[in-house]
Structures are given as C-alpha cells and as structure tokens.
C-alpha cells in the first residue's frame, strides 16, 4: 500500500464549499465580480464550488446573476450558498432571508463567530485573541460548542464549518473534551448534517486543519459526512492546500466527499493518486 503522507501524492479534490466572493463587504453579485473565481475554479480543476458569503452580506446575493453565470460556464457546478453565524447584530435578519430564500439556495453552512462580545468576532486576527484573556479555556470550549449545537438545530443548515475554530489562537482544553465533542457530533449525525474539511486553519496562527485529526477520527466512526472547503475570501484562494488535504484525507481513508443541489445531499468519489 502506498503512503499516504508520500510528498508526491496529488489529489482529485473536485469541489469547494466554502467561499465568499464579497469578501467582508456588500458587493453586489455580477458577472464582473463572480468570474475570476470560476476561471480560478477551472485552473485548479475544482468543478463544484459553492458560494458561501455571510448572511450579514445576504443583499449582495442575486440568484439571477448567479443563472447567468451558470449558462457562461456549463462545466462548472456552481452553488448558491450562504454562511449563517450567531452574529447577535445581524443574525436574526439572516435567518429570515435563508427562510425566505431556502428554495433557491443549495447549500448553507452553519458557523459560531461570537461568544460574549456581541461587537467582535472572536476569530479575528489578531484583536479576537484578548477575549481569552484570563477565561477558563474549558469552560469557553463549552459554551462554543454548545453554540455549534444551537445553530445545528436550527433546521436552517446543512453543514457545519471550520468546527473547532475555537482553537484558532491556539488555546486547547486542560481536560479530556471526548464528552464535549461527541455530544455535539451525535446532534450533528442526528440532524443528518455534514462537516466540512477546510484548509483555512493553515494559514491562521493555529496551523491546523478544521477540524482535529481527533474529531476527524469521530466523525467518521458516527458516519458523519465530509464537504471540502478553502474558505476562501480570493479567488486565488480557493481550493489552497488542497494537496495538503488529500494527503490528510487519505490517511484517513476519506475517499468519499459530498456536493449538494437544492440541499439534496450527494456522495462524490474523490480519488489520490501516487
């Protein structure tokens, strides 16, 4: 059997369910706008991605544009998403909008950028690493996955992202966290959602793929489904590290990734190749 850690392994990565064209503004949709990251799509030889921008941005999203786009690019799979988040502010507008919208998106993620500070993110960089400052790191890792929880049972997503972004500054539990983490992968399974494998941890202070090989390890024992994500906020970002994640992925024996279309979820084969 070949390594799977081997330095030339190259991957079949095909989709990337994670990306925000608006980057951390409003800009309206438009073809201008949306195809540098198809043609960037193409390059790297993503054929599936999905559009993901947050909810607070939700009045730059046109799902005509979107049409559009679709019939200028036939070989490419493009998804209409949205990343829904507990922003205090803003997230109860963003769930009305996903209601109303459900039918025309494919795809929603559910994510926790919040704890205490309704004004910050707690992942931003590198201001969000202060709200840590003299707190019991269990008892936040706690209260952060207990908020996973919440937004898994909204009914509203289909996936969750970057699960453990909780440890972006580099803060880790002094305890055993098993219980923690299997109660909420268990709520995850038993809403039938998908966890997404995103790449963006590596290129934050943690240096660590979303989520832990540990979490990995219980997911895959409860079932639980995998989207592959770059949470890019460039075009030149999407699908990075994704040699990096197939080695990660085969080690595991992930040879399976989902895709989604009008929330209906769908098993791809992924493949690696030495």
């Known amino acids: 059997m070949a390594d799977p850690q081997s330095s030339t392994l190259s991957s079949q990565l095909f989709s990337d369910y994670h990306s925000h064209p608006q980057g951390h503004r409003v800009q309206p949709y438009s073809q201008q ?23 607070r941005f939700h009045a730059g999203v046109d799902f005509e544009e979107l049409d559009k786009l679709r019939a200028a690019n036939p070989d490419v799979k493009i998804r209409a998403g949205i990343e829904l988040d507990n922003d205090p502010q803003t997230s109860a507008a963003g769930r009305k909008w996903v209601e109303k919208n459900w039918d025309k998106l494919d795809f929603v993620l559910g994510s926790v950028h919040y704890l205490d500070d309704p004004d910050q993110m707690f992942d931003s960089v590198p201001d969000g690493a202060e709200q840590f400052v ?12 207990r908020r ?111 895709v989604y279309e009008k929330h209906k979820r769908l098993g791809r084969a992924c493949t690696f190749n030495i």
Not at 36 to 55: C, E, Q, Y
């Open 33 to 55: 706008l949306l195809q540098p990251w198809i043609d960037s799509a193409r390059a790297k030889g993503l054929n599936d991605i999905a559009f993901t921008d947050h909810d």
């Open 134 to 145: 003299g707190r019991d790191i269990n008892e936040v890792y706690e209260d952060y996955f």
């Open 148 to 258: 996973i929880r919440d937004i898994a049972a909204s009914g509203l997503v289909d996936c969750l992202s970057h699960l453990d972004l909780i440890k972006i500054h580099g803060h880790r539990p002094c305890g055993d966290v098993r219980a923690i983490l299997n109660e909420t992968l268990d709520f995850i399974r038993s809403r039938d959602l998908a966890i997404e494998l995103s790449t963006a941890g590596w290129r934050k202070p943690v240096d660590e793929l979303y989520p832990s090989d540990e979490i990995i390890r219980l997911a895959i024992k409860k079932g639980i489904p995998f989207t592959t994500a770059s949470d890019a906020h460039s075009h030149a970002q999407l699908g990075e590290n994704y040699d990096r994640l197939a080695e990660k992925m085969a080690s595991f024996g992930i040879h399976e990734v989902c």
